[in-house]
């Protein structure tokens, strides 16, 4: 039997990043508008202890672990930071892994999550990949930039819009892929309301205050299942 750490416990087992693991938890959590009651009946914990193990560092059993990352459709090394360094995807294939197409409401559901993506631009240089801080409102992808950065390019013309999620420890993920014009936006209604949904500011820093949209016309996207992965048939 698994050991279900309840409040008060001192949970045991391999040594992680305790306050980077707090700090990924929540961010996941509230990423996914989860309560610590969700995450709770998802893993078997006390919400009481969830909410330490956000604002505490500490040590924590690989079982429990295992069972913290399923719930958030993530993985141990993500929510630990332990792949921070490398590449996505550089594990071997999993047994009997699937190749399944999603349809367009799953595709917008894992899409709205926000984070970060990546844009397809055409630059003077030629086509390039760009990655943004994201959010999705009102069916619109808007990203915040600076009027002389390449993803400023996007404005006016149709472009791509790309986000994933790999799971290395079992071999599985989803692309979702969106397509649609995009403008600036500009009207100071609509700015505020993106500033105000907006729960990053862009990682590159520096004043980039100009917010393009993509209104996506074509959304698609697929998923690597692996039947016999804990988890499978949740979100990835």
Do not use: K
Not at 94 to 104: F, I, M, R, S, T
Not at 136 to 155: E, F, K, Q
């Amino acid at each position: 039997m698994s050991h279900r750490p309840q409040t008060g416990a001192v949970p045991s087992g391999p040594r992680t990043r305790g306050g980077d693991l707090g700090r990924r938890v929540a961010e996941r959590r509230e990423r996914l508008g989860m309560s610590y009651e969700d995450l709770a009946r998802r893993t078997g914990a006390a919400p009481e202890y969830l909410q330490y193990l956000e604002t505490h560092p500490a040590t924590h059993g690989i079982g429990f672990l295992l069972r913290l990352a399923d719930a958030l459709g993530t993985s141990v090394d993500e929510l630990s930071g332990g792949n921070t360094d490398l590449p996505p995807g550089i594990g071997r294939a999993a047994y009997h892994p699937q190749l399944v197409e999603l349809g367009e409401p799953e595709c917008r559901q894992l899409l709205g999550g926000g984070g970060v993506g990546r844009v397809g631009v055409t630059t003077a240089a030629g086509p390039a990949i760009l990655p943004v801080n994201y959010l999705v409102l009102d069916g619109d992808i808007a990203y915040r930039t600076s009027p002389d950065a390449a993803p400023a390019g996007a404005a006016g013309r149709r472009v791509a819009f790309e986000v994933d999620r790999i799971d290395d420890a079992f071999s599985r993920g989803w692309s979702v892929l969106a397509v649609g014009e995009a403008r600036t936006v500009t009207e100071p209604h609509a700015v505020e309301r993106l500033e105000t949904h907006s729960r990053t500011t862009p990682w590159a820093g520096g004043p980039r205050d100009l917010w393009i949209a993509v209104t996506p016309d074509r959304v698609t996207g697929r998923r690597i299942v692996v039947r016999d992965a804990p988890g499978a048939g949740g979100a990835g």
